[in-house]
């Protein structure tokens, strides 16, 4: 009776779809897990305990007199800054992504050895549209999405669990007037045998703790009597493959934390630790030739040791080279850049080159209605005659707030719902203006090349005060004023004094 009377105080008006997340012990229907449903239909299906439970299809389509949805795949640069513009008066707004927050990922280097802490980097995703936990059409959902099914405007939704052994994952369905993949790309391993079991990518915030926890362990255990001195030092070397900004920058970092905070605070293995940088290539190839050189002979006067070569295995302490040169390493962390994810490999869409989804110049997938690519995982069909972008955070940012602004314009001219936008003229198409590049290298130095290309004229600089100018540019570009003032005090203390070795 408690339950029928509940039901009957929701508003179809509001009420929009039901979908169920519940601990296994839950009772059927908890309103703290469920949303409202249209005429959900249930599957009957038995529950860990013995006991049934009911299980609906998701979200339905929405009605005449109600918003369109807009569902968004992913939390990262792109799919955020969509969100944060997106009129919510205009669309209700569904994220669908495996983490809650986004990762502001140019600072994520300095959260591994105690520079930053981890929430400075981190922003909820319901501070970044607050829709998403106010209004009723509007939801997150902690889920990784399996299929698309575009003919019926669905995507079909399996929710994260970590592994509990106490929940099983549950399936659901989502139906959408607008859909838009932002789901990112994974990091590259390029078919080497033992990266995926031995190394660590730096891309999300568990990957910096398990960096951070790591390097301490490491330090600690070295220090142990009777270990062997060939012991000692493969514990305390750290190898960073790829030469990238985020190889660079966590070098420096490293380096900084090593001359600063080790060499201090645990004086007996101060002489053994070091860092070697993998590269097959050029380091920071992005950058002006000079800029390089002067990264490269800062980098070495920090005791990061520049090593050429590629890497053709990784095994669990050791990792070989194409020349048959094996390094030994206590700590690998693995940043060669990204590729698609098998997510957007095993959709049946057009591919740009890279295995990227295939987009025009409006973000669209022109095979299919209503759905569109932005960020790391869409590229420029070759049709369109323009280059596939680089994956860069500005490329995201800026294809998010112009795919926003894009659908808001589409939403006031009466094409929100599905299948109606066809005869709405779009606009003017997307077009990236590189406003440059900036990474820090250690010992208050950084590298800032604000030119277009590497061929065009503009300004670029090292040494302190490019520092400042990437702290400052990044201090400003923090999503929040929290995090603003959470960096902020977390720079002062560090400065004033040093960094934090607990390993908790």
């Known amino acids: 009776m408690f339950l029928i009377k509940n039901l009957r105080r929701i ?62 795949l992913g939390s990262g640069w792109a799919g955020c800054r969509l969100m944060k513009g997106i009129d919510t008066s205009i669309y209700d707004v569904v994220c669908v992504s495996p983490r809650n927050h986004m990762v502001f990922t140019p600072l994520l280097a300095s959260t591994c050895v105690g520079t930053l802490e981890f929430r400075s980097v981190a922003e909820p995703i319901s501070r970044i549209q607050p829709a998403i936990s106010r209004e009723p059409g509007s939801y997150f959902f902690l889920a990784n999405c ?22 099983k994952p549950w399936k659901f369905k989502i139906a959408y007037d607008k859909l838009v993949v932002a789901c990112g790309a994974e990091a590259s ?51 960073v493959v790829g030469g990238g900004p985020t190889g660079v920058e966590f070098s420096g970092e490293l380096s900084d934390f090593i001359m600063k905070d080790v060499r201090q605070r645990y004086a007996h293995v101060k002489d053994d630790i070091h860092v070697t940088l993998i590269e097959a290539k050029d380091i920071l190839s992005s950058f002006d030739d000079r800029l390089r050189r002067y990264a490269i002979k800062q980098l070495n ?13 990784v095994k669990p302490q050791k990792l070989i080279l194409d020349d048959g040169t094996e390094v030994p390493y206590g700590l690998l962390v693995w940043s060669t850049g990204v590729g698609p994810s098998p997510f957007v490999s095993s959709l049946d869409l ?19 209605q209503d759905v569109f690519a932005i960020g790391d995982c869409s590229g420029y069909l070759e049709t369109t005659g323009k280059p596939t972008l680089p994956a860069l ?58 030119r277009e290309s590497k061929d065009a004229k503009g300004i670029s600089m090292t040494g302190f005060v490019s520092w ?8 400003t570009r923090v999503i929040s004023w929290r995090n603003r003032f959470y960096v902020a005090i977390n720079w002062f203390t560090t400065f004033v004094f040093g960094r934090d070795i607990s390993r908790i």
């Not at 299906?45 to 949805?69: F, H, I, M, Q, V």
């Not at 399996?146 to 929940?167: F, I």
């Open 146 to 167: 399996s299929r698309l099914d575009a003919d019926s405007h669905e995507v079909h939704c399996e929710t994260l669990t970590d592994g509990l052994n106490t929940l």
């Open 11 to 72: 508003s179809p008006t509001t009420s929009s779809a039901l979908i169920g997340f519940r601990n296994t012990g839950s009772p059927p229907l908890s309103s703290r897990f469920c949303t409202t449903l249209h005429q959900p239909q249930q599957v009957q299906s038995p529950a860990p305990n013995g006991l049934d439970r009911s299980r609906y299809e998701g979200l339905a389509p929405t009605r005449e007199g109600e918003k369109p949805r807009v569902v968004v």
């Open 301 to 313: 006067k920090s005791g990061v040791r520049f090593v050429r070569g590629i890497v053709k295995d």
């Open 189 to 239: 391993t390029f078919g080497i045998q033992g990266v995926l079991e031995n190394a660590i990518f730096l891309r999300e915030v568990h990957h910096a703790q398990e960096i951070r926890r790591k390097l301490l362990l490491n330090l600690m255990l070295s220090d142990t009597p009777g270990i062997s001195k060939e012991e000692k030092q493969r514990l305390l070397h750290c190898v």
């Open 350 to 368: 057009p591919k740009a080159p890279g295995g990227r989804i295939g987009i025009d110049q409006w973000m669209r997938v022109p095979s299919v």
């Open 468 to 475: 400042f100018i990437w702290r400052s540019a990044y201090l």
């Open 393 to 450: 955070a500005q490329v995201a940012e800026r294809e998010g707030k112009y795919l926003a602004n894009l659908l808001n314009e589409i939403g006031k001219a009466n094409g929100g719902r599905a299948n109606s936008a066809k005869e709405i003229a779009l606009g003017v198409p997307f077009v990236y203006k590189h406003l440059g590049s900036m990474a820090t290298i250690g010992r208050y130095k950084a590298l800032v090349d604000l």
